[in-house]
């Protein structure tokens, strides 16, 4: 798919993000002033956003690929999953404080996150190499958190927003792949001492393994490749659930354990 934005486009639409997702304000979509936005433009802009925050001494950490569940993709509205960078300042300690104040519209969502041990490069990549070049599988909550006014949005303008991205916290009891079966495991999702998601984990593409394949080929397209000691998280296996401060949330999963998160 080719690029319709020039340049200045790119870094314009980059700077209008940066500026919503670090002082927390709600844009309308970018595809309404640039209707002709294709997927591969959203990637450049968020390509110039990493480019940027690495600048500024932020460090990569990983990736995640998203809309990969149909519980997420009916909610979104969108048929084909994405990627997001990212980076040590989104990392949030196992049951800590997330605060809501530099967040425009934050919602929680359960996902299996991967830790890699070898390089993993695309095209081509596949759900085997992904199982064997990972160190373990732990448990995670994204916190994500559309900057798009009213979570209205389209696949090019997600992905220049970077998937969302805002926060996330692992937790839970890591595992190594080859001693679980990462299709059949359920998860429920706990706000406030109640039951308001649950799924199980072949949501994500039958299996998340897959949806980290997916990840590294689209990353290949984009000249790049997925470094050993990666933190991937492989997509919501719910729907995301809007929180407030005062919330507390809880994501419960079969064979990994629970991780936890509040808000103020
Ligand atoms: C896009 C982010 C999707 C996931 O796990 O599906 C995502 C959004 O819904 O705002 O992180
Ligand atoms: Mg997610």
Same mark, same amino acid.
């Given at each position: ?9 790119? !870094?314009? +639409? ?21 209707? *002709?936005?294709?997927?591969?433009? %959203? ?15 932020? /460090?990569?950490?990983?990736? /995640?690929?998203?809309?990969?569940? /149909? ?5 979104? %509205?969108?048929? !084909? ?8 300042? =989104? ?5 800590? !404080? ?11 969502? $359960?996902?299996?996150?991967? #830790?890699?041990? $070898?390089? +993993? ?36 303008? #997600? ?18 792949? $080859? ?34 394949? =997916? ?12 470094? *050993?000691?990666?933190?991937? =998280? ?14 507390? #949330? ?8 629970? !991780? ?5």
């Amino acid at each position: 798919m080719s690029l319709t934005l020039n340049r200045e486009d790119i !870094v314009r +639409l980059c700077e209008r993000i940066e500026g919503a997702q670090t002082r927390a304000y709600a844009i309308p979509r970018l595809t309404d002033e640039y209707p *002709a936005m294709t997927i591969a433009d %959203g990637y450049a802009v968020q390509a110039e956003l990493r480019r940027r925050y690495l600048a500024q001494g932020h /460090k990569l950490i990983g990736w /995640k690929a998203g809309l990969t569940s /149909k519980a997420k993709m009916l909610q979104m %509205g969108v048929s !084909v999953p994405s990627i997001g960078f990212l980076t040590d300042r =989104m990392a949030r300690p196992e049951n800590s !404080v997330v605060g809501t104040a530099d967040l425009v519209q934050p919602r929680v969502e $359960a996902e299996v996150a991967f #830790v890699t041990k $070898a390089m +993993l490069k695309g095209p081509k990549c596949a759900r085997e190499q992904v199982l064997a070049a990972t160190d373990y599988v732990l448990p995670a909550i994204e916190v994500i958190d559309s900057r798009f006014s009213g979570f209205k949005f389209d696949l090019p303008s #997600v992905i220049a927003d970077n998937g969302s991205s805002a926060r996330f916290v692992g937790g839970g009891r890591a595992r190594c792949p $080859a001693d679980i079966d990462l299709r059949t495991l359920g998860v429920v999702l706990e706000k406030n001492g109640e039951m308001v998601a649950m799924g199980a984990s072949a949501a994500v593409l039958g299996h998340p393994a897959e949806a980290i394949a =997916m990840l590294v080929n689209i990353l290949a397209e984009q000249g790049e490749e997925l470094p *050993a000691g990666s933190f991937v =998280m492989s997509g919501g296996i719910t729907e995301a659930i809007a929180v407030k401060p005062g919330d507390n #949330v809880i994501a419960r999963f079969q064979e990994l354990g629970s !991780v936890s998160v509040r808000f103020s």
